[in-house]
């Protein structure tokens, strides 16, 4: 069955580190998007890609960077880790002319 | 901008009886709406969304969503809640001139039946 996997699920690294959290889909979808879900926000939309080599900046990418080398893959980095950026970090596909988003299970992430 | 309220954070329902939990939205034109439940250390699972017609959306596990443009209302209903129903709910909005596919969510309501 096609799904979309996040790896790790938890994760904990000090201030200042670059993290990568990796997101990869099997359903063959161009759209891809990552958000972060903190208590009192919901989710924000972190960066999404429409396609190989489209990235597009959503609310909140300060301090995020993403890639599309392929399809399956957006792997979201956090170039220097702070301590606000500790959430739970989803990642989600859509297919083109759809917008139900298929969500990965999440990637906890804490920045001590 | 598009925007969604939720404005319970929280919805307490005994099993058996119905539920409902609010959302209403802005955004400029026709909205693209959506319900979408999370279950603890789960993603979002997609319920059911509203493009266009009939203003009663049916969805995935007894679930619907009566669509009000003059309130701008998308409320989620269940005629008989669940104890499995306890998950936390978001709602969404595109705006047909938003950004492609890219939805905006609201904080989310926790929903708790009670047995």
């Known amino acids: 069955d096609a799904e979309i996997t996040q790896s790790p699920r938890h994760k904990i690294t000090e201030t200042g580190r670059q993290v990568t959290l990796a997101c990869h889909q099997t359903?063959?979808?161009?759209?891809m998007f990552w958000y972060r879900q903190d208590l009192g926000h919901g989710l924000r939309l972190i960066h999404y890609?429409?396609?190989?080599?489209?990235?597009n900046k959503g609310e909140v990418s300060d301090g995020y960077s993403v890639s599309r080398s392929n399809t399956e893959d957006l792997p979201l980095t956090l170039e220097s880790a702070a301590s606000s950026q500790t959430s739970v970090y989803f990642c989600?596909?859509?297919?083109?002319?759809?917008?139900?988003?298929?969500f990965g299970p999440g990637t906890r992430l804490t920045v001590t | 901008a598009q925007s969604v309220a939720q404005p319970e954070d929280q919805v307490n329902v005994a099993e058996g009886n119905p539920l409902t939990v609010k959302c209403t939205y802005s955004v400029s034109g026709n909205p693209y709406l959506f319900w979408y439940v999370q279950y603890p250390n789960r993603g979002l699972q997609f319920l059911l969304k509203y493009i266009t017609g009939d203003n009663l959306v049916k969805g995935s596990y007894g679930f619907e969503a009566e669509f009000n443009k003059s309130q701008t209302s998308f409320h989620l209903k269940k005629p008989s809640a669940l104890v499995s129903d306890s998950a936390l709910y978001f709602c969404a909005v595109k705006g047909p001139n938003s950004g492609y596919s890219t939805l905006t969510f609201g904080k989310g309501t926790m929903l708790l039946v009670s047995p």
């Open positions: 989600a596909s859509s297919d083109v002319g759809r917008d139900e988003q298929y």
């Open positions: 359903w063959n979808h161009n759209n």
């Open positions: 890609s429409y396609g190989v080599q489209d990235t």
